[in-house]
């Protein structure tokens, strides 16, 4: 998000914020964030060399979202004898006026913003011509096809649920492993009679999908274990294209948000404010902090060129706190953005250099992907090792923590740098949960002595941020090759 | 329910009547090749791309990369289509492209070449130059 984009966003919700809701059907409020998010997705889509993908990338967004919707809401999802489904009850069915308003909402902005093709001179959300109404129709008809048998399926096989999981984390490997990217642009290169020789695994730049698709995974995992409750259309795709957060995040969950959606609200001018130092904070963290030190922070460039130990080191920690401002930063405007319209999103950041140890580091850090991990991999993953026999206790920890610190890493590109940045958290929090164990059992009061106390908390906030910050020399270049030269300089060899 | 659908479909029908008489725009490809010099000049590789049909697409993307190391702007850019080869209409600019590096200014002359514009799909390309 750009800062034209923020400042609609910021303005968008200030309207809906202090529209008198109390009059008008909360509902409303909900169909206009909907209406909002619809446009939000279009509009900061990035442009990509493929012609009209800046369309069809959204549009399909919003076709999983939908086709998401119909195989986990009660009227289409599996249901078994225990949930019984309550049949003839349309308030249920997409049939109700309250979902059929959310379909025509979603289509109908879908078919506009591509009718403006005929209309206006210049695109008015995309960055390029949206494609001709024929093929938009084309594929809203392929798409209806599609979900109407996957809603059919859903009501009579329980796997469906399991097949829309893979469906997704089969798009999110091919967007963030380069060499199937590069396969997938030439295959959409040939099938639209453009030159393969320039496919680039670039071209598939599909904004926030890696946040969409966990969004959608959680809901779809609560629907399998029957812990997700009914949501109307309007409240399910306002939740997955909530526009404060659909490019960086937070990953709320579905029912949270919900609640939120169906809350009374009328913005107060505390709130107001609340909000307003929150996006200021946010807007100083990204534009102003990060922006600043990312022309020294770590880059293959500046990897190949800084020569010395002591830059090398300025500018390892410069990347530190660039990637922790921008995030952050995004996230301090997302949140205040969101109070405006009476969401309270959840923080995804606490403090996290100032944590004495790794395990801390990562409970503050990204907290809604770690929360993510640990609630549909680390969680289930150690359950299921805790029921086989014979494994020790040290090799579960090292097990559960390296394989969900890899995926975490793997969730951010498949590609071997990440691999390197997950191994080295996964093994770092092994190695200090074993080290923790090891002095409590070891010296069971080393924590009575204040000053020893204190001087070990700063010992581990300092060990622990430099741990971090190594790790981002893996995260930062896009070869391990450079990531071992930026080593060898930081310690002098 | 059944009104629901006929509502849907006479919308569907009236916009394709709309846009079946809408997408005859003969000035397609002076845009076209307007749009594309102005990607260039903001060195938007992407929109360049989208631009050009798949013949051209190198050449445009290697036009682009010799003005990566200078600023570039457009000086009085007024183009017009000056007739038909075929299927592939001519369009002909008026104008400059200005590269400034160091303060030195390079003036590239656009009526130097006639832009070869195709459609295809409903778009109009740029698809070479003559």
Redesign the interface.
Same mark, same amino acid.
């Given at each position: 998000m750009g800062l034209i984009q923020v400042g609609a966003s910021i303005l968008t919700s200030l309207l809906i914020g202090v529209a008198p809701w109390r009059h008008f059907a909360q509902t409303a409020r909900v169909y206009l964030l909907l209406a909002f998010s619809i446009l939000a997705i279009y509009w900061f889509q990035p442009a990509v060399p493929l012609r009209s993908f800046d369309f069809w990338l959204p549009s399909t967004t919003l076709a999983l979202v939908v086709l998401t919707w119909f195989v986990t809401s009660q009227s289409g999802a599996y249901t078994d004898a225990a949930s019984p489904r309550r049949r003839g009850d349309r308030s249920l069915t997409w049939r109700s006026p309250h979902n059929l308003i959310a379909l025509t909402l979603i289509v109908g902005l879908s078919a506009i913003i591509d009718l403006s093709r005929y209309f206006l001179p210049e695109p008015f959300i995309t960055t390029t011509p949206p494609p001709r109404f024929v093929l938009f129709l084309f594929f809203t008809i392929i798409i209806t096809i599609f979900i109407s048998l996957l809603n059919w399926l859903s009501h009579h096989f329980r796997w469906m649920l399991s097949t829309a999981i893979i469906l997704l984390i089969f798009i999110l490997v091919i967007l963030k492993m380069p060499a199937l990217s590069v396969q997938a642009s030439v295959l959409i290169r040939t099938l639209t009679n453009r030159s393969i020789e320039n496919a680039s695994f670039t071209d598939l730049r599909w904004l926030g999908f890696s946040y969409i698709a966990f969004r959608l995974i959680h809901v779809l995992r609560d629907k399998q274990a029957g812990r997700l409750p009914e949501l109307a259309l309007s409240e399910f795709a306002t939740y997955v294209v909530f526009f404060p957060s659909l490019a960086a995040g937070p990953i709320d969950r579905a029912e949270r948000f919900a609640q939120d959606l169906r809350k009374d609200f009328v913005l107060t001018q505390a709130e107001t404010l609340l909000a307003g130092q929150r996006i200021a904070i946010g807007l100083f963290k990204k534009f102003v902090i990060a922006d600043t030190l990312a022309s020294i922070a770590l880059n293959d460039l500046l990897a190949t060129q800084v020569r010395t130990t002591g830059w090398m080191w300025v500018i390892v920690y410069a990347y530190a706190f660039q990637i922790y401002f921008d995030f952050s930063g995004y996230t301090d405007i997302a949140i205040g953005i969101a109070r405006l319209v009476g969401i309270k999103l959840p923080e995804n950041f606490a403090a996290p250099y100032l944590k004495p140890n790794l395990t801390q580091f990562w409970n503050s850090w990204h907290m809604t992907l770690t929360q993510w991990f640990r609630s549909y991999f680390f969680n289930p993953f150690n359950r299921w090792m805790r029921g086989l026999k014979n494994i020790p206790l040290w090799t579960m920890i090292l097990i559960g923590q390296v394989s969900t610190m890899l995926l975490i890493g793997l969730w951010h590109g498949i590609t071997l740098n990440f691999v390197f940045w997950g191994l080295w958290h996964g093994s770092g929090l092994f190695i200090q949960n074993r080290w923790s164990d090891f002095i409590r059992t070891r010296y069971p009061t080393l924590g009575q002595n204040t000053r020893l106390h204190s001087a070990l908390q700063i010992g581990g906030i300092l060990f622990t941020f430099h741990f971090v910050a190594l790790g981002w020399v893996f995260f930062a270049l896009s070869r391990p090759a450079f990531s071992w030269q930026v080593f060898l300089k930081l310690f002098g060899m | 329910?059944r009104t629901?659908s006929l509502t849907i479909l006479t919308i569907?029908l009236t +916009?394709?009547l #709309? +846009?079946a008489c %809408?997408?005859t725009n003969n000035n397609g490809s002076v &845009?076209a090749v307007e749009d594309y010099l102005n990607a260039l000049v903001a060195k $938007? %590789?992407?929109?360049l791309? +989208?631009l050009s049909c &798949?013949?051209w697409?190198?050449d445009a #993307?290697l036009e682009l990369d010799s003005f990566q190391a200078v600023t570039t702007r457009l000086d009085g850019m007024a183009c017009e289509q000056t007739g038909t080869d075929g299927d592939t209409a001519l369009v002909l600019c008026k104008g400059k492209i200005i590269a400034s590096y160091n303060n030195e200014n390079q003036e590239l002359d656009l009526s130097v070449r006639t832009y070869q514009v195709v459609q295809? /799909? /409903? $778009?109009w390309l740029v698809c070479g130059t003559r």
């Open positions: - | 329910m629901f569907i +916009t394709l #709309l +846009t %809408a997408s &845009k $938007d %590789a992407d929109r791309s +989208t &798949k013949d697409e190198d #993307l295809e /799909g /409903g $778009d």
